[in-house]
């Protein structure tokens, strides 16, 4: 009678204690990686050329490796992004959520509910890695760190990093968080081409946050006064990892070294490799097979950088904006869904190779961003030709990208013809498109002209960072541009804004007038005026 007296309170004990073990075992699998980690730390890494694209030397480039916290690079890749659209500045507060706070060191170590701005949370990366502050980063841009996560490795696939997939914004071990040496030089050159305006937080060397100084991580910097930053990286599986760069005499090459036991046995690598490169590299202006065009700017265009010759082409795709984003612009559109529009395959000349018909995107999982694009795609009015070289949905990303405000549908509004074209005859004199070569300039012919140095205009574009590529482009077909300061002034015309891509510092008309000459030897558009 007594045993059974006591069987409720055994029943009820054992009770409790399988609810705790099922809880613990939720949460166990709530929290760890989505795929095992495995022992990738084997030495793998890559020197390429960054004026020419060429690879200089190469160890197992294309193997898979972890990338660590070289992982934060594309983090702030993504950062300088919105930044450059406006969607934030360097002085916007963020804030710290409870997910945020919880990383594992290394981190800034705020309490959740705290604030800081977007530039310290970039220097506590460069210097401290501060996982807490990658997290900051993404959940305030895509709203949590899986999405921001996906944005990742789409941006990834545009640049033609077509082996590298993230899984967060840190780079805290997950076994499905992949990258190779190879794709981490290319992302080392696109920051630099496309982001030279935030690329010197790289160079940071200590960061002061409160009562704390901060060092930087990479204890290579400044090594034969030419080493960039960058980033280092390390967990147990991948080992000590090192994306970085060295520039001097004219001179830029970027190393990526992967897989050593300890931070010092990577230094030295490193110091081998620069010292042993970069005396070998090009002198002079970037070659255009050494330009990554940006994504969504420049539709599908191949990419040559620090490809093997054996390799299979890799392209540079148009990149979809966030989802919830995409879905914001169709309402502030008003637009209706409508049948799917074709894409057009253009042909685009190659540096270093013929003509060739290009392929349609590859299927990056962003189902959700085409479908949206080609829902804003619902003509109002007869769809105006497609131009040579743009690809529908390209055209509209290259459009639209500017995410602060919300486009016109397309169909809605007018596109600028290219130079000596005439517009469509059924456009109104009141819709003519701009000359965004000359639109709001003093030409060398006006005797109005104002007082001032002499500058070489090479066009104007939607965005800050399509002008920014326009000089890419000039300065890798001129090599004396690369003695001229690039310059991009923002102007209003018929209530748009565009952005004015100039070279500054010539010493009078004949020297601007000479340059133009040369521009134009390239077939590229060109206007010499004093400032």
Known sequence: MASQAKSPWRVAFLRVFATILITLAVSAHAVAPAQAIENLRKYAGIVVDAKSGNVMYEEAADSRRYPASVTKVMTLYILFQELSAGNLKLSTKMTVSAHAAAAVPTKLGLRAGATITVEDAIKSIVTLSANDMARVIAEHISGSEENFAKRMTTTARALGMRNTTYRNASGLPDGGQLTTVRDQAILGIAVYQHFPKYYDYFQTKSFNYGKSTYGNHNRLLGYMDAVDGIKTGYINAAGSNLLTAARKDNRHIVIVAFGFNSSSARDQKVRQLVAKYLPKGRRGDYLRTAMIPMPGRQGNTQVAVAQSPSAAPVFVMPMPLPGFRLAQLVAANGAQPQAQLTPIAPQVTLASAAPMPLPMPADLGQQQALQAANTLGAPSQSPQPAYPSEDVIGAWLSDTYKLGAPPAALGQT??????????????????????????????????????????????????????????????????????????????????????????????????????????????????????
């Not at 109005?448 to 965005?463: L, N």
Request: proline fraction near 5%; glycine fraction near 12%.
């Open 414 to 531: 007018t596109r600028s013809a290219p130079l000596g074209i005439q517009p469509p005859a059924h456009v109104q004199a009141s819709e003519q498109p701009i000359d965004l070569l000359t639109s709001g300039s003093v030409q060398t012919a006006d005797t109005g002209a104002k007082p001032g140095g002499w500058v070489v205009q090479i066009g104007a574009g939607p965005s800050e960072d399509s002008a920014r590529a326009m000089l890419a482009d000039a300065a890798g077909k001129a090599g004396k541009l690369d003695d001229f300061r690039s310059y991009v002034e923002r102007f209003e015309k018929n209530g748009r804004v565009f952005y004015r891509a100039r070279f500054i510092g010539f010493g009078g008309r004949d020297d601007a007038t000479a340059m133009c000459n040369q521009l134009k030897q390239q077939n590229l558009a060109c206007l010499a005026m004093q400032s």
